[in-house]
């Protein structure tokens, strides 16, 4: 089974503070997304990554960083974190690109920005 | 623009079937994924189609019809546990998914 784990499932931030997200795959996956989860929202793309040190801006990258050191490990940072970064963000693996690769999450990390 | 729509709530009986709509406008088509979401836990996979037709995986089935930009998750036999959000999610001509808002489904008993 594929396995994404994230480092933390709540994270309560004050305004201004830098925020890490960890996101782990155990399955030698190439690729690593990062999204956020709104209520009334698809999820939307923050950033993804192909392959070690490469990085790719989705929809939505203003207002963070992403760090991809190691194949199996995927950072997302919150530089300075605002109270319009709260919400959910899920990281999710898939084995490559292409049709029918399916894409697989982790638990979330459901972040409070006060 | 992208769009991917499909009702917000829909509520079901326990033991009923069950049909959740997906339509879609995206530049490209590369395959339509179903997920499953349970309140507080990460999307799961359920089915992908890339061609027209129906696609039956035991209690849940998918449909997808590319020129009327069109699919449906067909559940059958509801159960309690079927409780959950359903997100459709298309994939683009960049192989990047779209993702609906997803639909809410109530079970009752």
């Known amino acids: 089974d594929v396995k994404v784990t994230q480092s933390s499932r709540y994270l309560v931030k004050r305004t201004g503070e830098k925020v890490f997200l960890e996101c782990v795959q155990d399955?030698?996956?190439?690729?690593m997304f990062w999204y956020r989860q709104d209520p009334g929202l698809g999820l939307r793309l923050i950033y993804f990554?192909?392959?070690?040190?490469?990085?790719e801006k989705g929809d939505i990258p203003e207002g963070y960083s992403v760090s991809r050191e190691k194949k199996e490990r995927f950072s997302l940072i919150l530089e300075s974190a605002s109270t319009n970064q709260t919400s959910m963000y899920l990281c999710?693996?898939?084995?490559?690109?292409?049709?029918?690769?399916?894409?697989?999450f982790g638990p979330g990390t459901r972040l409070l920005v006060l | 623009g992208q769009n991917i729509d499909q009702p917000t709530e829909m509520t079901a009986t326990e033991g009923a079937i069950v049909q959740i709509n997906c339509t879609y406008q995206?530049?490209?088509?590369?395959?339509l994924f179903w997920y499953q979401q349970h309140a507080g836990e990460a999307p799961t996979f359920l089915s992908y189609n890339v061609l027209d037709g129906l696609e039956e995986k035991g209690r849940f089935s998918s449909f997808l019809s590319r020129s009327k930009g069109y699919s449906y998750l067909l559940l059958k036999e509801l159960q309690m546990k079927d409780s959950a959000s359903y997100l459709c999610a298309v994939m683009d001509s960049n192989y990047q998914l779209i993702w609906g808002a997803g639909t809410k489904l109530i079970i009752k008993p």
């Open positions: 995206t530049s490209g088509f590369n395959g």
């Open positions: 399955m030698d996956h190439e690729n």
């Open positions: 990554s192909y392959d070690v040190k490469m990085k």
């Open positions: 999710a693996s898939s084995l490559s690109q292409g049709l029918r690769e399916t894409q697989y």
